[in-house]
């Protein structure tokens, strides 16, 4: 028999306002096996935890029920409060009469009825608790990095310094994301390359670190401390430890009219490429889809100028497998496409262009050399209209934008229209906005040098529509703030478009049974308290993959995301969780039911012999779970036809108690 | 092609005078299509305008007699003009959504039971979209318009507002652009497509319509368009009036050009 101590907590009003919490605790008093019931008001502090612990050596208590808050809050607060007073942490159950109570309902008397309810569950619940020891496992000292933009250099970068391994898996054929095509950055000013890149080369030349490139995470398997991970090494047909990244296979290529993305195909690079000057790893790759050589097997120019001999025609896809401790999602983010806004005449004229588009054609080592002239006829814009929110705050509109901020529009828009008036003092400059936000450091300044300084014209408004005729752009747009309809004919249109997470998240977070929200975003633990965490242990994010960001954001949360990995990875030993799925050997009937909805691969079969009632010895198939791979989620119990599997610290009669205990009302 | 549907059709009074084209060749195709249209035996006007005025009901009364006929007879109702659709979908949106305007249509009608916009309303084009099915439409075409370069010109009655008539995005619209590729040609995108015509400004204000239509079809021609197919007959007639510059014709007459029934209709 239990010797159960009951405590509800008011949790300031929030509890007692519609629940009368004395009567709860007097409620609970005469339930099977509690000894000890009363009430306080904040449970959580020092002062209520002290209540808890003088109450289980005054009254020998085996057994705690806490009537709170969700024990998503406070069940570990209140483990560890037992475990101080020497009671097994998991003796504790909390009954939720806050977030599942309180909070929704408005009156008295029903909220009191069904607070008493619920604890009368978890006091039926407890009565059948056993002590649970959690188990141990090992931690892999090496990290994983997903995505190597600047949000994956920063996190590789701060992991490795701290001396553990760490490798970076990037898709394309070099690292230094999106940020490697920006022209200057907000609010300084200085140049991206020439912060980004020597980032880049210090990742390159850190002994921890190993990158990855033109690769891909394929499969994911473990738990936390010990990830198994597969990575798909994709054939660049270029041996990697030889290319010198000379760049004469580059030069030779007959192959010349492949749309070059790292330019957002507004020029032509080669079939076999080098992305940019500052590359990292400065390699070579063949383009499969574009050289003649792997398409028809004529040509073969670029192995013949090769002086190292680093060409393989016949390369193929190779897959690595490697063991991790934690990973750190940082796959980033892509503006999304115009296809869909038609009403901006995208895809009519050559002249309106998306803001990451201008930042090439602004970047020296853009296609222009950082020219600023209008893609269709090459000649200098005298006026430019820039159309901020193009798919974002796009209410109602799922199927064509975001209804979130992109965040970043604002500031990059304020940059652009600052860098032409400073360059081009001759160009009007034109900012359709819905409202200016700039809330970071030295932002505001920024925006209003734009317009106080750089007399760039900022209009309240959107543009409704732009019609290509001739060599113009005729805008038309609201002011709002003059109520006055506006006829612009503009050289040049510029779509601050909406970003999105990279496509590649999705079937990722899938891997990695890590959450995300309706917008592909990957979900933090906690929306302030831990923002750089997955739900899912061992897996961290960096970077836009969470939310919008912007590159002193993504950089403060790549480090925060780098510091929870050494966090883990300094640990020898991580301490597992002992609600875990048991099988009662005696009852399975091998069927393999269990093993086949298992998500995390934890059960296996195994031959086992038992001992007959009439002495003889049988040859059993019978289910065997691995506790340090079992998540507890009970899937099995539920698939278990014959009831011998079970899910310790919510076992099968436990549950029936507390249903048992809510149905006698 | 079998009898796919039975649907009742309004014409509407345009397309008994001025608009006959849009009608006849409308007519004929949804037969060769598996699509019986039923006319109504008595109908009226749609009411020409849905005005936005909260109190006003009795312009939209005789919507709402058509709409409850083609209740009685359980079947969709199908328009084809522009604004008999626009008229007729809005009343019937209003009398789905709107109680109090519902109620007060139903207190006035005084019929045995209510009317509460059950009726489902499909444009012609809706109806090849989703009924037929705008690859069917392919399938039964003779005559395919090869490679016509062809402008949609929407004009702005006929998606708008997007969400009641919920037919397609009224600032990227893609319906006639389908219907033309269904039928062989090559679609023009262009940006005037879902401007106003001018519409019945043409009557009070020539010059004003006439800056409109000229705008769209110079706006069409720039961007390579050899024709414009339109369903509204004030879009047509205030194109053709003010220009010269491109052949306008309705959806409905491509359509039967590339079943291959424009002659049949014709005779």
Known sequence: ?665 | MGVIMKVTYFPGCTLKNKARDLDEYGRKSAEVLGITLEEPKAWQCCGGVFTTANDEIATKLSSVRLLRSAKDADQPLVTVCSACHNVVKQTNHAMKNDIVFRDRVNRYMAEETPYNGETTVYHYLELLRDVVGFSNVAMAVKKPLAGKKIGAYYGCLLLRPGKVLGMDDPENPRIIEDLIVALGGEPVIYARRNECCGGYVSAESPALAEKNSGKVIDNAAAAGAEMLVTACPLCKYNLEKYSSKLPIVYFTEILAEALGIKEEVNE
């Open chain 1, 1 to 665: 028999m239990q010797r159960i101590g009951v405590f509800v907590c008011w949790c300031g009003s929030n509890i007692a306002g519609t629940v009368d919490v004395h009567a709860v605790a007097e409620a609970l008093k005469t339930e099977s096996g509690v000894v000890f019931s009363t009430d306080y008001q904040y449970m959580c502090s020092q002062a209520g935890q002290d209540i808890i612990k003088n109450a289980i050596h005054e009254h020998s208590l085996t057994g705690i029920v806490v009537c709170s808050c969700s024990p998503r809050m406070h069940e570990a607060t209140f483990r560890k409060t037992a475990a101080a007073a020497g009671l097994n942490p998991y003796m504790v159950e909390i009954a939720n009469i806050r977030e599942q109570c309180s909070w929704i309902h408005k009156d008295m008397l029903s909220g009191t009825e069904k607070a008493i309810i619920l604890g009368k569950a978890a006091v039926a619940k407890v009565n059948l608790n056993a002590p649970l020891t959690p188990g141990q496992s090992t931690v892999t000292k090496r990290a994983l990095v997903i995505g190597g933009g600047i949000a994956g250099i920063q996190t590789a970068l701060d992991i490795a310094d701290a001396g553990f391994p760490v490798d970076i898996v990037e898709k394309k054929p070099t690292i230094g994301g999106k940020m490697a095509q920006l022209d200057k950055t907000f609010p300084t000013l200085d140049c991206a390359a020439c912060i980004l890149t020597p980032k880049m080369v210090d990742a390159a030349q850190n002994e921890n670190i190993r990158i990855y490139s033109y690769s891909e995470v394929t499969e994911v398997g473990g738990y936390v401390g010990n990830f198994d991970v597969t990575i798909k090494r994709k054939a660049r047909y270029v041996k990697e430890d030889i290319c010198t990244g000379c760049g004469l296979c580059t030069e030779k290529c007959p192959q010349k009219k492949v749309p070059n993305e790292f330019n957002l195909g507004m020029d032509n690079r080669r079939a076999i490429y080098i992305p940019f000057a500052q590359a990292v790893p400065k390699v070579a790759t063949i383009d499969a889809d574009y050289c003649t050589m792997l398409k028809t097997g004529k040509c073969g120019v670029c192995a013949k100028v090769c002086t190292a001999g680093a060409i393989d025609y016949n390369a193929k896809d190779e897959f690595v497998k490697e063991k991790y401790g934690a990973i750190v999602v940082a796959t980033g983010y892509n503006p999304i496409s115009m296809e869909k806004f038609d009403e901006f005449a995208y895809s009519q004229s050559k002249d309106v262009i998306t803001s990451l588009e201008f930042e090439r054609l602004t970047n020296a080592a853009g296609p222009t050399s950082g020219k600023l002239l209008r893609p269709s006829d090459g000649e200098h814009p005298h006026k430019i209209v820039f159309v901020q929110c193009v798919g974002s705050r796009c209410e109602n509109c799922a199927e064509k934008g975001k209804e979130y901020c992109s965040k970043i529009c604002c500031m990059y828009t304020a940059k652009h229209a600052m860098l032409i008036r400073d360059k081009y003092p001759d160009t009007d400059v034109y900012v359709f906005y819905i409202d200016v936000r700039t809330p970071g450091k030295a932002f505001d300044e920024f925006y209003r040098r734009a317009v106080e300084e750089y007399g760039v014209h900022y209009i309240k408004g959107m543009v409704g529509k732009v019609v290509p005729e001739g060599k113009k752009l005729l805008v038309q747009a609201s002011d709002l703030i003059n109520g006055k309809q506006l006829h612009i004919d503009a050289d040049l249109v510029v779509l601050a478009a909406a970003i999105e997470p990279d496509k590649s998240a999705r079937p990722l977070a899938t891997m990695l049974t890590a959450s995300m929200d309706t917008n592909d975003f990957f979900t933090e633990a906690h929306p302030k308290l831990r923002p750089v965490e997955s739900p899912t242990a061992g897996v961290f994010l960096s970077g836009c993959c969470q939310g919008p960001k912007d590159i002193p954001e993504t950089v403060s949360q790549a480090s925060a995301a780098a510091s929870k990995v050494i966090g883990l990875l300094v640990k020898d030993h991580l301490t597992g969780n002992p609600c875990i799925a048991q099988s009662n050997e005696l009852m399975c009937n091998g069927c393999s039911s269990c093993e086949r909805v298992c998500p995390y691969g934890a059960i296996t079969y195994e031959e086992k012999e038992f001992r007959m009632p009439d002495r003889t010895t049988k040859l059993r198939r019978v289910a065997s779970v691995n506790p340090a791979v079992c998540q507890g989620c009970g899937a099995c119990t539920v698939a278990c036809p014959s009831g011998a599997m079970d899910l310790n610290g919510f076992k099968n009669n436990q549950i029936m108690a507390e249903v048992d205990a809510i149905c006698k009302m």
